[in-house]
């Protein structure tokens, strides 16, 4: 079975030109068992439309924090604890920036600041965004406070420039989410810990031990004939 069966993902779509390869990415996660559900950001809505995400996600899709009707059915802190996973693909420059700051100006921003589980963004831009100081400082601070990130990849862009800054593909995006979710390979494993040298006793008085592992992590010089029993 998929790691992904039954799986919540709330996906935060964007404004940047590879928004579309978000409907791939809702259709592989729909073919592995998860459920989608999707925020668009005013810019996202640009590129992608509210029906074509609807339509695959078999879903509502959120756009607004002022919507009250959908606010009473479902409020965005909700919408940001009911899910087990927060995909950000597209994630802006911008995005990026709103989240680093903390700022929840709109209702992307406002369910990726509410909510308690783990974040994965597909950063996409353009090259020089990409580089650029400010994004890079974003993304070590959102790094810090545990954010996920796949990608991005490097090549030709929308723009006609080339480099670092294209969004990874769908595929690697379903990768890094079936990553998250597959059971870790230490799980169940009963470990011991210990510390301190290895001293086998000889008798009740005497012990052999061992330099190479008596935790200073130096090595030691050779016992002298004199520590010979
Ligand atoms: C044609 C076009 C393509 C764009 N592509 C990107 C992009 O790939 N990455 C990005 O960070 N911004 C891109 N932008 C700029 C964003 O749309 C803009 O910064 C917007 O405010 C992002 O808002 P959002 O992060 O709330 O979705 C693009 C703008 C235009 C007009």
């Given at each position: 079975m998929s790691a992904l069966a039954g799986k919540r993902i709330l996906l935060v779509i964007a404004?940047?030109?590879?928004?579309?390869k978000c409907l791939e990415l809702i259709r592989r996660l729909r073919e592995q068992g998860a459920s989608v559900r999707c925020i668009l950001t005013a810019a996202g809505a640009a590129f992608v439309t509210p029906l074509s995400l609807e339509a695959l996600s078999e879903d509502k899709v959120y756009t607004d924090l002022f919507a009250l009707g959908r606010e009473s059915e479902m409020g965005h802190i909700q919408l940001s604890r009911d899910a087990d996973l927060v995909v950000v693909a597209p994630a802006t420059a911008n995005i990026l920036a709103r989240m680093a700051a903390g700022i929840a100006d709109d209702l992307a921003t406002t369910a990726l600041l509410a909510t308690d589980k783990p974040v994965l963004a597909a950063p996409a831009m353009n090259v020089r965004m990409w580089e650029h100081p400010a994004t890079q400082a974003n993304l070590a601070t959102l790094r810090t406070r545990g954010l996920l990130t796949v990608g991005p990849d490097q090549g030709d862009m929308a723009c006609g420039e080339w480099g670092y800054?294209?969004?990874?593909?769908p595929a690697a995006i379903l990768a890094a989410i079936e990553a998250h979710f597959?059971?870790?390979?230490?799980?169940?494993v009963r470990a011991l810990v210990t510390s301190g040298p290895t001293r086998e006793p000889i008798d009740p008085v005497r012990y052999i031990s061992n330099h190479s592992s008596d935790g200073r992590g130096t090595p030691s010089p050779l016992p002298s004939p004199a520590w010979v029993p």
């Open positions: 404004g940047g030109i590879a928004a579309y800054g294209r969004m990874a593909e597959a059971p870790r390979r230490l799980a169940g």
